[in-house]
């Protein structure tokens, strides 16, 4: 269909066009410079001579384009600048009649642009009180421009700062506009002026020349809107009531005052042994008059005032109420500008003198009235009383040696006395932990220096027990020789108040003297777990802490060097150069104790020989196809085959599928997955697994170890798992065998030794020199 340009749609302005051919079936979608649409529009037209893109979708702008020719957006202007607008702030005034000071009213507005369609829309923002309709002034829509341009619509060129611009016959001055505004059209080369100040509003101005003019009343205190903000808070004041009469004395109070009604409560602080007791409620709760004359007489105040009584008898009475209340008298209450520091207070005849307050009320006051001076007034007393109680440790008798000190401070605490309380956590983490000791008896008798014991200390409730170990012929019975009890250290005053001190863990050691019960002990050894904890604790045993003790080593072999390496390695030269020197403890402890006499204590000694031993643990006695075969037994007797269930776990706890495990997680997954392998086979068969630098187990070691499809395990009978497939040798103490050569590393002292030729010998007295190993280089470097 052909239109006449310019012609409304209406009948007999379409004409068909004949030579037209080809009639197309129209298409619904359409993909547009990149944009999947609906194609419900005619398509653009091509691009004019002029360099003008031509987009019959975009409403008609008669001005002419900000944009250099094929520069403009690809986009159409609905999708460019959707959700962007532009902001104008600016006023308009309104003339005024009926007010005489004020010939006009400056209304502030905002003038949006909204750029995807050219619509603009007019908004005043709303003043509090302000007597006119405000909101929205013009809605959104497309505005056209003032006469004689009337049939163009403005567009983005026809605003900016310091512009005028009529808008349906009134006239708005743009006073400034947003951050984005600005940017964006000085981005499109328009250049924006600086804001300009808007005028001031004469009715604004009167108006707030009537408000400084005007009386301010004093605010309203409304009963309830006082106790919604000031409910729950409550200014306490310590003060007195000197009483002292014949039989009085100086009482002391605590008055309360509640903000949320403006009542006063007082309290009385009974001091001990004053003889007063019962409630101590001094004043209850209630407004308290500033004036006190005594109690009325009853009828003396009423509610109302009667005037003009007439009438003999009760019969004729003609009375009228007085609504003025001539003669009521103005009662005047107690507020909390009243109560202060020094202030005396009239309590019903009693004078209260006020001299501290709490840190609360204190902070109150600075932020209500700038009270910032609080100090308390001294209180008052008699001569004849008695000195006060101090507020320090409380005094209790001496101990009278019946049952335990701990029962006595219950019985002196309260009436009824309650068994001491024990540690519980102090139960819960040290619970089963026994330090165990040797120890020989010292006495005068040959028989009693005979006798071996063990001492048991429990660090859960720091008690003592001590086992005596029988010995054949010896005339002595084992057994329990002292039961499990705290003891106390000796040198204390037997009935004191002051409480006992106890035996505490750190104060046994090997190589001290105790006495418990009134016997004499010699600790001469402790078992491995004894010493093993003490070394893990150091902070508290100082007697296995290694740096402590290399401390004092250093500091006594500083000027004795050279004699102390001639004792332990007599005829050693180069020894700086030896890489490892092994002697025997017996050799080491002997030169230390030659120079340090008793400053060193045999457990010292022991706790630097373990640190620096040279035993390692055995090597592990399990053969792969043994332990194999005997896990593909065990997969067999009991027809295990979630083997796919065990690979989807470690799938689910390995997603990144890492070839290496930590052990605590595979151990915890052949547990999980119900493998039907014993405690001791899971030990043997992570012992043989492939690991990495890391110490992590290789998973796929393990799939291929159980796996009992390919057949390469090896027949074999039932044997016993804990003891017959992997022999347990057990592991030697350490400590027999000292690396001297890394003690004098870590000692950091010269030796000051003379050289000799290559024909050293390797054996040195006691002593052997060896060559080193690859992890003894390796720990060696480490060190260094």
Known sequence: MLRIPGMPLLPG???????KTHHPRPQSLMNFHGLSMLNDRQQPAPVDSSGMAVDIS????????????????????????????????????????????APYLVRKVKIYYYLEDGTIEIFE???????????????????PKAPPCDNEFMSLIDLNVDMTVQIFDRQYHITDCDLFTRHFLNKRGITVPDPVQSPCDPTETMRNRDKTQTHISAPKCHPFAQFLKYDRQILKFQGYWDDRTEFGDVRKLELCYYLADDTIEVKEAHVRNSGRDGPTVFLKRNRLAREFDGLPLPGQTTPQTLLNVLGTNMRNVRYCVDPLNTGNKEILYYTDRDLQIGSVINVYGRAVVITELDPYTQQYYRERYGIHDFTPLPIPTRSDDCAEIKSGERQLPPFNGWGS?????????????????????????????????GAKMLSTIKANCERIFVISYYLSDDTLQIQEIAVRNSGFMGGQFLRRTRLELPGQERF????PQYYMPWNFFIGSTIMLSDFIFHVVSADEYTLMFMEHHPDQYHRANVPIIMDKVRTALQDRMTEFVGNCVP??????????????????????IAIMGNTISDHEVITLCRHFSAERAPPNACKRAEVQAAAHLEIKRSLWNAREDLMEHFHHINPMNQPFMPEHKVRSALRGCRLPFSLELIDNIISILNRNECDDLEVCDLMNFIDVSCGKGCNMVPVNLAFELCPKIPYLNLGRVVNFACFLRQLKLPLNLPTTGEGEKDAIGDAMIMPPTVEEESAVQKHG
Not at 13 to 19: I, P, Q, S
Not at 71 to 98: H, I, N
Not at 128 to 138: A, E, R, T, W
């Open 13 to 19: 302005t379409l004409f068909r066009d004949v030579a």
């Open 496 to 499: 004191s108040c002051k409480e």
């Open 571 to 592: 005829d050693c030269t180069d020894l700086e150069k030896k890489e490892d020197v092994f002697i025997g403890y017996e050799s080491f402890k002997g030169a230390l």
């Open 58 to 101: 975009c409403p008609p702008v008669g001005a002419a384009s900000i944009y250099p020719p094929r520069s403009g957006p690809r986009m159409p202007p609905w999708l460019a600048y959707d959700k962007k607008v532009l902001c104008f702030r600016g006023y308009f005034k309104q003339t005024l009649q009926e007010v005489f000071h």
């Open 125 to 143: 923002p709303r003043v509090d009180n302000s007597g006119i309709v405000q909101g929205s002034l013009v809605h959104r829509q497309r505005v």
């Open 405 to 437: 000190y701990e029962d006595s401070v219950g019985n002196c605490i309260s009436v009824e006395p309650k068994p001491p309380r024990s540690d519980f956590k102090k139960f819960i983490k040290y619970d089963r932990y026994v330090l165990r000791f």
